[in-house]
């Protein structure tokens, strides 16, 4: 059973004062966070009421509760699923054998390794938007950047909990270079090329947590299957807490979307740009852009490291119950590789493919994602198809990278490729137009020419509700 601790230092529900060496370790490490936040945290807004959910349990119904509360004042937790004890391995060699509680001392390093990476983006991503607060396009929206930005901080404590608990000196001393990593910083950046890219406007954001945070959601359901049962219980609850990342990116952009219809229609020549708004063919390019920035942070479409880690039990498939076979020995997987300049499609062993085979998933996931926001521009009348790029498109990791691939997947020369480049991703002129429009509106309300208003509020609180207050 989980008991809540909601009274201490550290919330949690695993019972944290029962091991006081543990405890001072994480007390200890406290304060350094707090002043990683109050450096890299939001800029501005520290000493500002905001209306935010915190976590208080893992139960389904009521684990948020809601309320003004001080940035620093937020009660980060650590939360974790309760336990099942009869859980068992769910793939890999050790399908059917109990899970473990403790660290296998043989696949020690490789269950460090993928905590540590998911645990730097969760502070990398923090730093990213730290600016973005000084040009919020209304306060609703400013909320949901807190609200994402104070649980991508829980995230980290969910992951430092871990290092903490179950690696001894060296999960310590990951835990430290976690807030000494700084996205961006040439001599510190962050371990993921993805979260030392600046998201520098609020378009950037909401791409952000639509395809990135997107990313975190898959990687995390993966991690969720491990048969290190406590990652599995930290990423269970973590999920929880990531859906609303995901609305916010996905409800961003269709805003902004369903507000260049309406600006197209306003203008006689259809230029959505004429009233102060983003066009349909700008926003295209930072799709292209983040859509295949993303793809990369699932690593290589063939790896012995995937490989190992399904192998071992420590990271599952998406969803792994649905499929019907877990050991993965003797299947394989169809996919585009490229071999002798040509691309073809061949049959991978599963084991090695299994970065390709989450990858595959999350573009579904994208996709789905992308047919909604067409389906408001259906609705609007306008005629105009946002689209996925191609997988092979401006790729920096993998199969991919050597040849260069527009966006329909097509080949290319590396003079067709620079040629086109300007037309497919954000150029420096679409970038100082963007963020030409970012102007803070910070009136109970009121909302920035570029984006529509949200369908209800958080709770369905009243348009004017003012989340953020002095
Ligand atoms: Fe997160
Ligand atoms: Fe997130």
């Excluded at 650590?78 to 109990?98: C, T, W």
């Excluded at 961006?184 to 998201?199: C, H, Q, V, W, Y």
């Excluded at 990271?315 to 499929?323: L, Q, V």
Aim: charged share 25%; with cysteine.
């Amino acid at each position: 059973m989980s008991t809540i601790m909601n009274d201490e230092r550290i919330p949690n529900n695993v019972n944290l004062s029962s091991d006081k060496r543990l405890q001072r370790a994480l007390e200890a490490w406290q304060p350094s966070f707090l002043s990683w936040w109050q450096q890299m945290g939001p800029m501005g807004f520290q000493t500002h009421d905001i209306f935010l959910r915190t976590a208080v349990s893992v139960e389904n119904d009521g684990w948020a509760h809601f309320d003004y509360v001080k940035m620093p004042d937020y009660r980060w937790g650590i939360f974790l699923e309760p336990k099942d004890p009869n859980r068992v391995h769910g793939f890999g060699d050790f399908e059917g054998q109990p899970v473990w509680d403790e660290v296998p001392g043989e696949f020690r390093n490789m269950l460090r390794r993928l905590i540590v990476t998911q645990a730097d983006t969760e502070p990398a991503s923090v730093e990213q938007q730290r600016l973005l607060g000084q040009t919020a396009p209304s306060l609703y929206d400013l909320r949901n950047l807190f609200q994402v930005n104070v649980e991508e901080g829980r995230h980290l404590w969910a992951m430092v909990y871990l290092l903490h608990t179950y690696f001894g000196r060296d999960g310590r001393e990951e835990a430290e270079e976690l807030l000494a990593r700084r996205s961006g910083d040439s001599d510190k950046p962050r371990i993921l090329g993805a979260f030392n890219e600046p998201t520098s406007h609020w378009l950037s954001f909401f791409m952000f947590t639509m395809f990135t945070d997107r990313d975190g959601k898959f990687q995390l359901a993966a991690l969720a299957e491990s048969g290190f049962d406590p990652l599995a219980r930290t990423c269970r609850f973590m999920l929880t807490e990531e859906a609303h990342h995901l609305f916010v990116g996905e409800t961003g952009v269709q805003r902004i979307v369903k507000r260049s219809c309406e600006l197209m229609k306003q203008d006689p020549n259809g230029d959505a740009r004429k009233g102060g708004g983003i066009d349909l063919v700008t926003l295209q390019k930072y799709i292209n852009f983040w859509f295949s920035v993303c793809l990369d942070l699932f690593g290589g479409e063939v790896s012995s490291n995937a490989a190992d880690a399904f192998a071992s039990g420590l990271k599952g498939r998406f969803k792994e119950e649905k499929y019907a076979e877990h050991k993965l020995v003797e299947s394989h997987f169809a996919m585009d590789v490229l071999e002798g300049g040509k691309v073809v499609h061949k049959d991978i062993a599963m084991r090695n493919a299994l970065n390709e085979v989450l990858r595959t998933e999350y573009i579904k996931d994208c996709a789905r994602g992308v047919e909604r926001w067409n389906k408001t521009i259906k609705d609007e009348g306008i005629d105009f198809e946002l689209k996925l790029p191609s997988n092979k498109f401006h790729r920096q990791i993998g199969i991919w990278t050597s040849v260069p691939f527009s966006p329909d997947g097509e080949m290319l020369t590396p003079e067709q490729w620079e040629a086109n480049a300007s037309k497919w991703l954000p150029s420096t002129d679409d970038e100082i137009f963007v963020k030409s429009l970012m102007h803070p509106v910070y009136e109970p309300g009121k909302m920035a020419s570029w984006i529509a208003p949200p369908s209800k509020g958080i709770n369905n609180l009243p348009g004017d509700f003012e989340y953020v207050r002095k």
